[in-house]
C-alpha cells in the first residue's frame, strides 16, 4: 500500500539504493514510475506493506516501509528484483555495493571503493547509503564530512 514519504514516521526502515550514472528527467520518470507499481502491490505473507518512496538528486531511491508492517525476507527480494529489472531498462547500476557516494563541487559522484581513497579527503561530504531509518534522511545525517562516517576507513 503506497503512501506519500511524508505520512511515514521518522522510525520507518528504509533502503538507500545509489543511482550511478544520475538519472536524467526521462529515466527518472521511468523509474518511479516502475517504483510506484511495485510499491501499490507489495505485501508480506498477503499483509499490504505501507510504504514510500523518494528520488533525491536523480541519484538516490529511497524505500521507506511503516515500521509495523511486516516486512519478510520474499518480500525483500521482490523488491531486489524489481531493481535488477530497472538497472538492465535504465542502463544504470542501483545495486552495485562497491560504490561510493560524495558530492563534488555541489554535484553528486559514484566512485568505486577502491578509487575513494584518490577521490576524497576526511573533509569530503559522503552519502551513508547504509542509514536505516527515514529520521537519518529527514535530519541530513546521512549526508557528512567522510572524518564522521564509516567512510573514514575507506581512506586509511
Given amino acids: 500500500m503506497r503512501v506519500n514519504i511524508d505520512q511515514l514516521s521518522d522510525d520507518?526502515?528504509?533502503w538507500?539504493?545509489?543511482i550511478?550514472?544520475?538519472l536524467d528527467g526521462q529515466k527518472q520518470t521511468t523509474l518511479l514510475r516502475s517504483v510506484d507499481a511495485f510499491l501499490d502491490q507489495w505485501a508480506a505473507h498477503g499483509t499490504?506493506?505501507?510504504a514510500a518512496r523518494?528520488?533525491?538528486e536523480g541519484s538516490f531511491?529511497?524505500?521507506a516501509a511503516d515500521e509495523e508492517s511486516e516486512k519478510?525476507?520474499?518480500s525483500i527480494d521482490r523488491m531486489f528484483n524489481t531493481l535488477r529489472a530497472l538497472e538492465r531498462e535504465l542502463n544504470v547500476a542501483i545495486l552495485d555495493a562497491n560504490r561510493v557516494f560524495l558530492r563534488d563541487a555541489g554535484d553528486v559522484r559514484a566512485v568505486g571503493r577502491g578509487e575513494f581513497k584518490n577521490a576524497a579527503t576526511f573533509d569530503t561530504t559522503v552519502f551513508d547509503t547504509t542509514a536505516e531509518t527515514?529520521?537519518?534522511v529527514r535530519s541530513g545525517a546521512w549526508e557528512c564530512r567522510a572524518a564522521h562516517s564509516w567512510h573514514r576507513a575507506l581512506l586509511g
Avoid: A, E, K
Fill in 20 to 22: 550511478s550514472p544520475s
Fill in 61 to 63: 531511491l529511497i524505500i
Fill in 72 to 74: 519478510s525476507g520474499c
Fill in 12 to 14: 520507518s526502515r528504509i
Fill in 134 to 136: 527515514l529520521g537519518r
Fill in 54 to 56: 523518494d528520488l533525491r
Fill in 48 to 50: 499490504p506493506i505501507r
Fill in 16 to 18: 538507500i539504493f545509489g
